[in-house]
């Protein structure tokens, strides 16, 4: 894992240097002074902690939090529409996603839902990009060693109608979910 904090015109090259190695890259842009991205920098933050021990031998996974007056040289990502923009790029730049357009349900830019966002995009690249043989083993390994939130596959918990739960258990996570 990489967590990548440019400061500078020169290191901005980073962010197209490691698109175009086909990693993950998650980029934050903000603006110096602007209240919702001086709200959002200190839970970006947080994921190089929390995010270190899981990942620390993935090389593939790429963080990064850019000034706003650097990014104009960036090719790969897209425009920026607001501050803070948050983006995912993957698969050599083929794919550019931003957080509020993600599948996620809860985007609160809390630390969790950044968490969230980023397994999503990871588990869903690399179980596209894998040989199926392989695949089988791996993923099976890969489910225990960094599911989040107990035994419950996420096939099953998409699933569950917490309109109408069947049983106790379907009542009890659809009550503390």
């Not at 990064?64 to 501050?83: A, R």
Request: contains cysteine; charged residues 30%; proline residues 3%.
């Amino acid at each position: 894992m990489h967590f990548i904090h440019i400061n500078s015109e020169k290191e901005v090259n980073q962010i197209d240097k490691h698109i175009k190695k086909g990693d993950n890259v998650f980029i934050l842009v903000y603006m110096e002074g602007c209240g919702p991205c001086n709200a959002t920098r200190p839970e970006w933050a947080k994921l190089e902690y929390a995010l270190k021990d899981q990942y620390a031998k993935n090389n593939k996974l790429v963080i990064i939090d850019v000034d706003k007056d650097y990014v104009s040289s960036v090719k790969h990502i897209g425009s920026i529409d607001g501050f803070p923009t948050i983006k995912y790029a993957g698969n050599y730049g083929k794919i550019i996603e931003t957080y509020e357009n993600s599948p996620i349900k809860k985007k609160d830019r809390s630390i969790d839902s950044f968490i969230n966002w980023i397994e999503t995009k990871i588990n869903t690249i690399v179980s596209t990009t894998l040989t199926n043989s392989y695949n089988k083993n791996r993923n099976k390994t890969h489910r225990k060693k960094y599911m989040r939130g107990g035994k419950w596959s996420r096939k099953y918990k998409l699933s569950i109608n917490c309109k109408k739960p069947k049983g106790f258990s379907q009542k009890q996570y659809c009550k503390y979910k």
